[in-house]
């Protein structure tokens, strides 16, 4: 940790084996940085190196001078919470299945997401995921979640998950989201590769909407997604 002339601004970096990194841990660094430091603003920037070692960038700032703050503190801290993929993956699939069972789920999802799902997924994420997953291995074509983004570029942000067996193509899809009242801001694809599954289909949709509008839209979460896939599935007419 640097801090500038007057206290005015200080860089932090933060390196650790990439297995370790998270945007739950990077959100979390970036929160005892501003604690710690007495900042009120801070950016990042995350490089990945030629050894496999994340290293975050941080530059914290504030209203008045920055205090100093105590790098093995805050080092003990970090590594209090730095947790693997396979931590978080336990942590999510235990809070969801029986002890019985949660060996089998940590098999089958171990392997099934890419790096960049392991690196951004948080623990209620995975958990999610995992439900949806866990319908489309019992039987179900698509399975739709509804969430608050609590990490990466948009946090707060109202999104939308749809799992499919077979690709929706997006022509298909946002009409139908129109036909709900969301409006689409921007979308991304990934494959889920589940054992004795079709190559799944995820699509994730950030949608435009009020910060006071989101609490009455999840209230409702569970209409909505059931309404979705029934859409999807075909179920009902659209």
């Known amino acids: 940790i640097r801090i500038g ?3 005015r601004f200080a860089f932090a970096f933060v390196a650790l084996p990439r297995w370790q990194f998270s945007e739950e841990l990077r959100q979390l660094v970036q929160d005892l940085l501003l604690a710690d430091l007495g ?11 030629r050894y496999d070692n994340a290293v975050i960038h941080f530059y914290v700032t504030g209203v008045g001078p920055l205090q100093q703050a105590d790098t093995e503190v805050l080092r003990e801290k970090v590594l209090a919470h730095a947790r693997s993929w396979s931590d978080r993956l336990r942590e999510a699939v235990e809070s969801v299945a029986t002890d019985s069972r ?20 948080s623990v209620e994420r995975i ?14 074509q698509v399975a739709c979640d509804l969430y608050v983004s609590e990490f990466g570029d948009h946090p707060g942000s109202l999104n939308l998950r749809v799992f499919s067996r077979d690709p929706i193509n997006l022509s298909r899809e946002l ?13 991304y694809s990934r494959d889920i590769h589940v054992p004795h599954l079709p190559v799944i289909d995820m699509d994730n949709f950030r949608f435009e909407m009020r910060p006071g509008r989101i609490g009455q839209i999840m209230v409702r979460r569970g209409n909505i997604t059931q309404a979705l896939q029934e859409v999807f599935e075909e179920r009902v007419g659209f």
């Open 5 to 7: 002339e007057g206290g």
């Open 39 to 49: 900042g009120t603003y801070a950016d990042y920037g995350v490089y990945i190196d």
């Open 102 to 121: 949660a060996e089998e789920l940590i098999e089958v999802y171990e392997d099934a997401f890419n790096e960049e799902h392991k690196r951004r997924c």
């Open 127 to 140: 958990k999610g995921d995992v439900l949806c997953l866990e319908s489309l291995r019992g039987g179900a």
């Open 175 to 187: 009409p139908v989201l129109t036909s709900f009242g969301f409006e689409v801001i921007d979308e």
